[in-house]
T-cell receptor, first 112, second 115 residues
Framework: DQQVKQNSPSLSVQEGRISILNCDYT??????FLWYKKYPAEGPTFLIS?????DKNEDGRFTVFLNKSAKHLSLHIVPSQPGDSAVYFC???????????FGSGTRLLVRP | DAGVIQSPRHEVTEMGQEVTLRCKPI?????LFWYRQTMMRGLELLIY????????DSGMPEDRFSAKMPNASFSTLKIQPSEPRDSAVYFC?????????????FGPGTRLTVL
């Protein structure tokens, strides 16, 4: 049973436009959510996070939105750049633990 | 800082052989995590340590897998005997209890192929 789901395996966006990556979760005990970016042959790198007490967190071109009632979060990248092309993983932690549960990832391609 | 260091980067072995993967966490980090990434299961946590003590090994697939952390700067993940279904990319990550955002820092991974 997947507790964190990324239903879109891939997304293609034109450079300069908005990229929206989605993530759904099933466990209401999750209280912290993170997005990681992964390039080929490298480990995932932290991108942005949000606590369950917030509904939005912004860092430059990256914004994460959390809708607790829908158990849904999304990552917005504006404007998208070709260097953003990577696999994006959504992750969640239950009960303020250090245990990350990852989604299956969405491969983003930003076309020049 | 050199980041999390993993060795080897690639390992090819034959079924039945013992495989040992190594990890050096970021200095000062007191949490260490081992993950496995496969096409079928994605990125899954195998085990994690706090101050060199295993805290949660519920993700370790079976007794063929074992992990140790003899000191704060070194950890190993051992598979004995290895099987073709163990082929995957294994990541080590570390974090600090006082770090922001529950952020974990990942190493580059070890790509394991069991023939």
């Amino acid at each position: 049973d997947q507790q964190v789901k990324q239903n879109s395996p891939s997304l293609s966006v034109q450079e300069g436009r908005i990229s929206i990556l989605n993530c759904d979760y099933t466990n209401s005990m999750f209280d912290y959510f993170l997005w990681y970016k992964k390039y080929p042959a490298e480990g995932p790198t932290f991108l942005i996070s949000i606590s369950s007490i917030k509904d939005k967190n912004e860092d430059g071109r990256f914004t994460v939105f959390l809708n607790k009632s829908a158990k849904h979060l999304s990552l917005h990248i504006v404007p998208s750049q070709p260097g953003d092309s990577a696999v994006y993983f959504c992750a969640a932690t239950p009960d303020s633990s250090y245990k990350l549960i990852f989604g299956s990832g969405t491969r983003l391609l930003v076309r020049p | 800082d050199a980041g999390v260091i993993q060795s080897p980067r690639h390992e090819v072995t034959e079924m039945g052989q013992e495989v040992t993967l190594r990890c050096k966490p970021i200095s000062g980090h007191d949490y260490l995590f081992w993950y496995r990434q496969t096409m079928m299961r994605g990125l899954e946590l195998l085990i994690y340590f706090n101050n060199n003590v295993p805290i949660d090994d519920s993700g370790m697939p079976e007794d063929r897998f074992s992990a140790k952390m003899p000191n704060a700067s070194f950890s190993t993940l051992k598979i004995q005997p290895s099987e073709p279904r163990d082929s995957a990319v294994y990541f080590c990550a570390s974090s600090s209890v006082v770090g922001l955002n529950n952020e974990q820092f990942f190493g580059p991974g070890t790509r394991l192929t069991v023939l």
